[in-house]
């Protein structure tokens, strides 16, 4: 496949990506910040979240299988991983992190344990998605072409 | 009457001889008895005896001895057939033991005999000993002497205590009769008699040193027995009993410039002094190798310790000559600061009061030049204004000068517009270019950057003094200006030896050349250009007024720029050319977003980018903290990353301008740290900015956040603009929070 059609490709699936949800106007500003002098720095700072959030996730199941569920834990957990959500843009993960804490100031266990899943499924939908799209850019490198921006009209 | 073969006789015949070996036997008998008895009683008394076999065997030997002769004295008499029997088994065991212990005897009695023999030669060992040890003690004794003479010397750095100790106490060790001293004299041709033991003042008796004992003393480091009729020996008056054997040894004068480091001057000292010892004139003493021995180390620690005294006396003078200096020097630095000072005050002074008046009139010079005038009238009012311009620039000049003497210039270094620099120069001359039609052009190179840092008005009065000069010394004709990077073959061409130029990096050496067609210098007359106050005094240039200053002001000016100035000119009436050459800054390149595949951002009002503003982020969560180090590093920021409030104030210092905490982390009490921090940085303008970052958009962080003494709020996630705007504000105002 040849350069322009896989930039095409790479900018059709980032584009579906923010029109569903997945990312939002924060995934922009990485993009805005690696340069020349840090070309891998969105590369980074994705790998850096998906291990940051799946030690969360452990963490998160981990604390809700306990007999005696501490809340405030569950809760810090849980802040942690909006905040690193929200910092790489994930908009859907983010949502499903305030669901969360809202359900864990009421310290309702089946709630909590119902936005752990949809937690996880979300942040696993947002990693898969990010991988498309980051090996998609790899190959266009590799091609030796360029990345296209994004341009978003909102 | 027969006798019978019967074994009963009655009393024998011989009755006294029967008696008597009766008797006789029966004493033999307790003889026998007590021995064994006596020698066990002693030998039990006794501690050792190896022989204790032997003992019992002897013992038993007696024993039954005894009791052959007691059983004997009953055979006297009738006797039956049972004591025959006992008499005979007695005997058999009496020949047994006999036998054996003869044969013992035979091992044991040369061993007996050579006890005695080791005891002789145990006797004559101990006498040995005895002797050696007497003679190690005298010789440990000696060994004491010289360690206790030793310290007695070197405990003191005088000379007269040390010689006088050495004698005393080598008097008291060795018990002699006499000790002396001789020293050379001045001359080096004789001895004299310095310091004796005996006599308390020694009179000034000398000795030629020329003499052979003397010769042969000087030539040997060891001590040297010596006839005591020679010349050095007479110190005793003649007494009845035979004088003492004399003992002379040398002691080397070691000077100061004989220590070199490695090796000890033992050649080269020419100068000795001799010490005489005499022994007791009444004894038959003699005197000992040992004794020889400590004399000549004691030698040799003498002349270290008299060196050690010079040494001393060398150092105490310097110091003192050291100390003299000092205050001298000290003195004389006293007395140029005070008139540093002096001038300093007076040029204050006289700065203010010079220029006050001289303001004055030139700006009622000016107003009167504005008024109605008569013909002659303006033109006085227009000399007065200008020899008043005249005399101001000269009052501005030497002010320069004497700041630029005593090197307390400096340069104003900031970034500016070098073409502007140049165009104003030709705003400036263009005036009276055109008066004295006079062409005027400017030639910049294209490689010439457009910024430079430099003192741009120190730049610009250099120029347009160069300038200046060109258009006063010419009558007509042109000038051009050009201007160029020096590439560093034509810095090599300057003509000065002591102009190094070094490129570097972040630095381009600017040169201009200002040629004119005026009236040329002589080129002798070239390097007294730039000296103070010296003008030529050809007629062409009287009328051009000027004080001499200009261009050694100049000089000093492209000095303090690390550059080079001169002219060039091929004589009178060919023009000359000025050049000039400074090291000037390359502009810092500004930080923006460098994005090759992305459009420009429109840039915001206020600053694009911080550099070098140095922020401390506190952020537990490492996604976030990594995107906020990446803005504030595209910002140009220089940014301190901590994880925790403990290295948060660990490391905030009064260089860091804004700190950035993430306050909605449960467990990091983030309005403590303000308070911290605020308790820390009591000056307000040394405190850092405190700025909280949080996703919580309710009012009350935002009230928690004011009365904690955070001076900003932002919300996340933050964007790149945002944070642009967010660090103008700050800087600005000092405060920041953003509407919720």
């Known amino acids: 496949m040849e350069v322009g059609q896989m930039q095409r490709r790479l900018v059709d699936y980032t584009k579906s990506l923010f029109m569903e949800g997945f990312l939002d106007a924060q995934f922009l500003q990485l993009q805005q910040l690696q340069d020349e002098s840090n070309p891998d720095f969105v590369v980074e700072v994705v790998s850096l979240f998906f291990d940051d959030s799946e030690k969360l996730l452990n963490d998160l199941t981990m604390a809700l299988d306990q007999p005696n569920v501490d809340f405030k834990k569950v809760d810090a957990h849980v802040h942690q991983l909006k905040g690193s959500s929200s910092s790489i843009g994930a908009q859907r993960v983010k949502n499903a992190c305030i669901a969360f804490r809202s359900f864990c100031e009421e310290q309702n266990i089946d709630a909590t344990l119902r936005c752990l899943q949809q937690v996880k499924q979300e942040y696993y939908l947002v990693k898969n998605k990010l991988e498309t799209m980051l090996r998609l850019e790899q190959q266009i490198v590799a091609a030796g072409g360029s990345i296209p921006m994004i341009e978003l009209g909102f | ?740």
């Open chain 2, 1 to 740: 009457m027969e006798s019978c073969n019967c074994i009963e006789p009655q009393w024998p015949p011989d009755d006294l001889l029967m008696k008597y070996q009766y008797i006789s036997d029966f004493f033999i008998a307790l003889a026998y008895f007590s021995i064994p008895l006596e020698l066990i009683y002693f030998v039990k008394k006794s501690a050792v005896f190896p022989y204790r076999w032997v003992l019992v065997q002897f013992g038993a030997f007696i024993v039954l001895c005894g009791a052959t002769h007691l059983i004997n004295l009953w055979t006297f008499t009738v006797h039956s057939r049972t004591v025959a029997s006992v008499m005979t088994t007695a005997k058999v065991l009496t020949a047994a033991v006999s036998c054996i212990t003869a044969l013992m005897l035979v091992h044991i009695i040369p061993d007996l005999l050579s006890v005695k023999t080791r005891e002789l030669f145990l006797k004559n060992k101990a006498a040995e000993l005895d002797r050696e040890m007497g003679l190690i003690r005298t010789q440990e004794e000696t060994g004491r002497h010289v360690r206790m003479l030793t310290h007695e010397i070197r405990s003191t750095l005088d000379r007269h205590t040390i010689l006088k100790t050495t004698l005393v106490e080598l008097g008291r060790t060795l018990a002699l009769e006499e000790c002396a001293l001789w020293m050379p004299t001045r001359t080096g041709l004789e001895l004299q008699l310095s310091y004796t033991l005996r006599q308390q003042n020694p009179v000034g008796y000398t000795v030629p040193i020329h003499h052979p004992v003397i010769n042969q003393v000087f030539s040997s480091n060891r001590a040297v027995k010596i006839s005591p009729n020679c010349p050095v020996a007479r110190l005793r008056p003649a007494g009845k009993y035979m004088p003492g054997e004399v003992v002379a040894v040398r002691v080397p004068l070691l000077h100061l410039s004989n220590f070199h480091i490695n090796d000890w001057p033992e050649l080269s000292t020419k100068r000795y002094a001799l010490m005489v010892l005499m022994l007791p004139s009444d004894s038959a003493r003699q005197w000992h190798v040992h004794e020889l021995e400590l004399v000549e180390v004691v030698a040799d620690q003498v002349a270290v310790a008299l060196s050690h005294a010079a040494i001393l006396e060398e150092s105490m003078r310097a110091r003192d000559l050291l100390m003299e200096q000092n205050v001298a020097l000290d003195l004389a630095r006293r007395e140029a600061e005070t008139a540093i000072r002096a001038r300093n005050d007076f040029l204050a002074v006289m700065n203010h009061e010079m220029r006050t008046p001289m303001h004055a009139i030139i700006a009622l010079s000016s107003l009167l030049q504005e008024t109605e005038l008569t013909p002659e009238q303006r033109l006085m009012v227009e000399t007065v204004l200008k020899s008043s311009n005249l005399l101001a620039t000269l009052i501005n000049d030497v002010l320069d000068l004497s700041r630029l003497e005593d090197g307390s210039l400096q340069l104003d270094l900031g970034t500016f517009n070098l073409y502007a620099v140049f165009r104003e120069v030709l705003k400036l001359i263009k005036p009276i270019a055109s008066v004295k039609k006079l062409h005027v052009s400017l030639n910049l190179a294209p490689d010439l950057p457009e910024y430079a840092v430099g003192d741009e008005k120190r730049l610009m009065q250099t120029i347009l003094n160069i300038v200046g000069n060109a258009v006063k010394f010419s009558k007509e004709g042109s000038i051009s200006i050009t201007a160029f990077v020096a590439k560093l073959d034509t810095l090599r061409d300057s003509k000065a030896p002591e102009f190094l130029p070094v490129l570097s990096d972040n630095h381009f050496y600017l040169r201009v050349q200002v040629k004119d067609s005026g009236s040329g210098i002589n080129p002798l007359d070239i390097p007294k250009l730039f000296t103070k106050f010296a003008q030529n005094q050809s007629t062409g240039t009287r009328n051009s007024g000027g004080s001499g200053l200009g261009l050694a002001i100049c000089k000093r000016f492209v000095n303090l720029m690390e550059g080079h100035i001169w002219i060039e000119s091929e004589g009178l009436g060919k023009g000359c050319t000025a050049i000039l050459i400074v090291k000037l800054g390359m502009p810092e390149r500004v930080n923006e977003s460098k994005l090759p595949y992305m459009p420009k951002m429109p840039t915001n009002h206020g600053q694009t980018a911080f550099p070098g503003l140095k922020v401390l982020v506190m952020d537990e969560n490492g996604v976030s903290r990594m995107v906020t180090k990446e803005l504030l590093l595209h910002l140009g920021c220089d940014v301190t990353m901590v994880g925790s409030s403990d290295e948060c104030l660990r490391l905030v210092s009064h260089e860091h301008k804004v700190v950035f905490m993430d306050i909605c982390v449960p467990g990091i009490d983030s309005y403590g740290i303000t308070i911290r921090i605020h308790e820390k940085f009591t000056k307000r303008h040394e405190r850092p900015l405190l700025v909280a970052l949080t996703g919580n958009t309710d009012k009350v962080t935002k009230e928690n956040c004011m009365r904690a003494g955070m001076d900003g709020l932002i919300l996340k996630p933050v964007s790149l603009d945002k944070m642009r705007s967010v660090l103008t504000d700050l800087l600005e105002h000092r405060v920041f929070f953003e509407a919720i």
